[in-house]
C-alpha cells in the first residue's frame, strides 16, 4: 500500500546518561545510568507516526558504523518502508549525547554524521518519490538548504507539509508559506518571531507574527500548558495531559509523527491535537526517544 506520511529528516545513535543531577558548568557528576538506544528526530517521528497508525517512508542516510545495521533493523521492525534509505560509507550515523535528570529534563549534543549527506541534491534525486506522498514531516537537524529545497522548489499544491522546526536554528527568511502546520514549542517561537514566549499571552501573539510571515497553522506546545493553536479566527487551546515524567527527550517528535497519523487517518485537528498529546504524555513516563514512543492502541487506551 502507499505511504501516507513521508518524514524526511535526522537518525541518530543516542548514548544516554541517567543521573541524579544535571551538571553545571565545570562540574563532573557521577554515579550516572548508560543506555544506548536509537533516536533522531526524524527517525523518532518516523517511529512515532508508524507506530500511531500511518504507513510512513522514511528518508534517512546512516553511516558506515557498528550500530547503522542494527538501527536499520530497528526501522524495519517498527513497519517503515526504508526504500529512501542510503547507507554511506565515509561517515558514521548520526550520534547525539544526552544527559537526563531526575526530573526528566536534559542537555542534548548532536553530530551529525551522515545525515548532512541528505543536501539539495540528495533530495532532487528522490522528488518523485518525495511528491507520491500527500503529508510529509521535516524538522531542522537536516542542512538548511534542503529544507528551502524540499519547500520552495520539490512542494506541489497536492503535498501538506508539517514542518517542527526544531531544534532552533537560525534560518533567515524561513519560507513559512510553505508551511501547512508549523509546530513549535516556546523557544522556537520567539526564534522565528522574535518575540519572548512566557505565558499564553505572549504564545498568541507569537502565533500571530508566524501567521503574517505565512505560516497557515501554527500549533505552539507550551509542555504541562497544553497546546497552542492558530487557524481562521480566535485561538484555541487544548490541555495536556497531567503525568509524572521521567524522561522529556523526544516528547516533541512524538507528539509531531502523532499528529501527523491523525490527520491522515481523517481526524480533525482538535481531534488530532488530542490524540497527539496523549501520545506525548505517554512517552515522558518512559527512558529514551524511540523505546518511549507509543503505539496507537496504547494511546487510545490512555484517551480512554
Known sequence: MNPQVAVIGSSNVDLLMKMEKLPEKGETVTGAEFFQVFGGKGANQAVAASRAGARTLFF????????ADRMVES??????????LDQVEDLPSGHALIMVGTDGMNYISVAPGANARMTPDWVTARAQQIQSVPFWILQCEIPEDTIRTLLEEIKTPANQVLWNFAPAIAFPNPPLHACD???????????????????????EKAGQQLKALGAQTIIITLGVDGSLILEEGSPWKVQAFPVDA????????????????????????????????AAAALSVQKLGAQPSLPRKQDILDFLG
Open 246 to 277: 521521567v524522561d522529556t527527550t523526544a516528547a516533541g517528535d512524538c507528539y509531531c509523527g502523532a499528529l501527523a497519523a491523525a490527520l491522515v487517518a481523517g481526524q480533525s485537528m482538535p481531534e488530532a491535537v488530542q490524540f497527539a498529546s
Open 181 to 203: 502546520v508549523l509546530v513549535v514549542n516556546e523557544v522556537e517561537a520567539e526564534q522565528l518571531s522574535g518575540i519572548p514566549v512566557v505565558d499564553q499571552a505572549s504564545a
Open 60 to 67: 534517512n542516510a546512516v553511516g558506515n558504523d557498528p550500530y
Open 75 to 84: 526501522f524495519r521492525a517498527d513497519k517503515l518502508d526504508l526504500s529512501c
